[in-house]
């Protein structure tokens, strides 16, 4: 069984270029999580779709980060117009039920690299 | 906020067990201890994780406390593949996991 996919693996964007990042989750999972580990900072969540809804995006910086999950399969997650200080460690995870409510793990692909210069 | 403390690192000698120590002690009845990994710059990797009972797979073994207010993670043979950093996650019930600093783990030959 695949896991967790993401592309690209690494990403090297000018300021206020756009960037696209894609997550390919394990399938029939319908639970979907953008994390996000920034320079020297901790490890920290971003948003969570159950299918194609968004069931939390608490987690995303500002208006320039947009993720979507058409038809409840891959995500993207595209940054627009990208800053200095969104270079870091995107990571996408998935599980089948929720993660953390009920007794399941959550998988993790191996995160897309991005550096903004 | 992580609800969890961990030493910053540890280090063990190849071959030999690795016992990590968690304390979570404002953990609620319903709540699920998870450990993850996540060696150099890949994903974190899910290890193990549990409730109350002590549990084992092919990884690791996890102990949990009756009082569930800490738990070991044990390594039984450590391998150099092994370093990495491990995080103890208490599972929130809102699951936006936050995965703290972690313990930095050198398995040394």
């Known amino acids: 069984e695949a896991g967790v996919t993401q592309f690209p693996s690494h990403s090297v964007i000018e300021k206020g270029q756009t960037v696209t990042l894609r997550c390919d989750p394990i399938?029939?999972?319908?639970?979907l999580y953008w994390y996000r580990r920034v320079m020297g900072k901790e490890i920290k969540f971003l948003l969570h779709?159950?299918?194609?809804?968004?069931?939390?995006e608490s987690g995303m910086p500002n208006n320039r980060f947009l993720a979507e999950r058409t038809g409840g399969t891959y995500s993207t997650l595209k940054v627009q117009p990208a800053e200095l200080e969104d270079s870091g460690v995107y990571f996408c995870a998935s599980s089948q039920r929720r993660w953390g409510a009920v007794d399941t793990e959550a998988f993790f692909g191996q995160g897309t690299r991005l550096t903004v210069v | 906020d992580a609800k969890t403390t961990q030493p910053p690192s540890m280090d063990c000698a190849e071959g030999r067990a690795a016992n990590l120590p968690c304390n979570h002690s404002t953990i609620s009845g319903n709540e699920y201890v998870y450990w993850y990994r996540q060696i150099h710059s890949q994903g974190p990797q899910y290890i193990i994780h549990g409730l109350k009972n002590n549990e084992t797979n092919e990884m690791a073994s996890l102990i949990i406390t009756e009082d569930r207010k800490s738990s070991t993670l044990i390594l039984p043979h450590a391998t150099l593949r092994d370093t990495a950093v491990y995080y103890c996650?208490?599972?929130?019930?809102?699951?936006?996991?936050?995965f703290g600093a972690g313990t930095t783990v050198t398995v040394r030959a």
């Open positions: 779709f159950v299918k194609e809804s968004k069931q939390d």
């Open positions: 399938s029939g999972h319908d639970n």
């Open positions: 996650i208490v599972s929130p019930r809102d699951y936006k996991l936050s």
